[in-house]
C-alpha cells in the first residue's frame, strides 16, 4: 500500500521528522510463509511424507523382493491412479527432483503422452497392462504385515519418482485439466529403500537404464549431478528483497513447463506462478 506521509501524526503518537513528510512510503505485510521466503526456508526432499492410508483408506499391498546385499530393498505394487495423482497434487515437481526429466507436454497426437492420455480417457482399466510404471526411491517406508499375512506399505518418506515422471504428470494432467476420472486407472510402481547404496549414482544408473519411452538427451543425465542440485535449491529458497519472487532453475528438463501447468489449472495459482516465476527469470543447464 502506498501513501504520503502528511504533517500530522503518524503511526499514532509518532510524528515524522520534518525532512520525511510529503515523502512516498510503502507499507508492506509480511506473513509467516513471506517471512520463511525472505530467510532462505523450505521443504526438502526429506520432508515429502506420504500417507497412503489416508489416501487411499487402506495400505498399499506389496511384494518385498528381499536385499541380497545391504545397498537396498525393493518392493513391488499396484498404485491407485487417484493416489498417485493427489500425491503430485500436494508437492508438484518437487516429487521428480531426481529425475532426469520433467513433464513434457502432449507434444502432437502420436507423441508417448498423447498415447498415454488416450488410454486414460478410453481404455483406463488397460493402463496398467500397457503402461511401463514408475520407478521410485524413498529414504524410509512403513511396512507391516495385514491379517492374511502379507505386506503392506502405510507411509512413504523422503518419495521420489526416479523413473515415471511423464506417467504421473500426465494422470495429474487428466484429473485436473480434463477431468477424466482416475478411479480404475492402476499403475505398477518399483520402490526402491535405499541402504548402503550411493543415492545419486543409483538414481543415474535407473535413469540410464528405464528411460526408453521419451528421448533422452545427453545434458539430461547430468540433471542429478550435485552441482545442478545446489544450483536449484538456491533457485527454490532465495527470493527476491521483496518475498514476492525467485528464479526458477530448470535442472529437469520440462520442470517449468510442469510446474507451469500445475498452477495453470486455478486463477489464483496461475497468477501466483507469473508473479513468482516469469518466464524471464527461468534458467536452464
Known amino acids: 500500500k502506498r501513501s504520503a506521509i502528511t504533517s500530522g501524526a503518524w503511526f499514532g503518537n509518532i510524528t515524522p521528522p520534518a525532512e520525511w513528510r510529503e515523502k512516498p ?18 521443504e526438502t526432499r526429506g520432508d515429502i511424507s506420504v500417507d497412503l492410508v489416508a489416501l487411499a483408506g487402506k495400505g498399499l499391498p506389496c511384494l518385498h523382493v528381499p536385499a541380497q546385499n545391504d545397498d537396498y530393498d525393493a518392493y513391488l505394487a499396484v498404485l491407485p491412479g487417484e493416489v498417485l495423482s493427489q500425491v503430485y497434487e500436494r508437492y508438484g515437481v518437487r516429487l521428480l527432483e531426481l529425475n532426469v ?36 526411491t524413498v529414504d524410509d517406508l512403513d511396512v507391516v504385515h495385514n491379517a492374511s499375512g502379507g505386506a503392506e506399505i502405510r507411509s512413504l518418506k523422503g518419495l521420489q519418482i526416479v523413473n515415471g515422471g ?38 543415474s544408473s535407473i535413469s540410464r537404464a528405464a528411460n526408453r519411452q521419451n528421448t533422452v538427451q ?39 513447463l510442469a510446474a507451469e501447468q500445475k498452477a495453470a489449472y486455478k486463477v489464483s495459482d496461475t497468477k501466483a506462478f507469473r508473479q513468482q516465476t516469469p518466464k524471464q527469470r527461468r534458467l536452464s543447464k
Open 25 to 42: 512510503v510503502e507499507f508492506e505485510a509480511y506473513d509467516i510463509v513471506r517471512l520463511f521466503r525472505v530467510l532462505g526456508e523450505g
Open 101 to 136: 526429466r520433467a513433464f513434457l507436454g502432449l507434444p502432437g497426437r502420436k507423441s508417448v503422452n498423447a498415447e498415454l492420455r488416450r488410454t486414460i480417457a478410453e481404455q483406463p482399466a488397460m493402463f496398467l497392462a500397457y503402461n511401463n510404471g514408475i520407478v521410485a
Open 166 to 203: 511423464q506417467t504421473t504428470a500426465s494422470l495429474h494432467r487428466a484429473r485436473r485439466k480434463d477431468s477424466i476420472s482416475l478411479d480404475h486407472v492402476a499403475v505398477p510402481v518399483k520402490i526402491i529403500k535405499v541402504g548402503g547404496a550411493d543415492l545419486s549414482e543409483m538414481v
Open 218 to 256: 545427453l545434458a539430461d543425465f547430468s540433471a542429478s549431478d550435485p552441482f545442478h542440485q545446489q544450483i536449484e535449491t538456491l533457485a527454490n529458497t532465495t527470493w527476491l528483497d521483496d518475498g514476492k519472487g525467485r528464479w526458477f532453475y530448470e535442472r529437469a528438463r520440462g520442470s517449468y
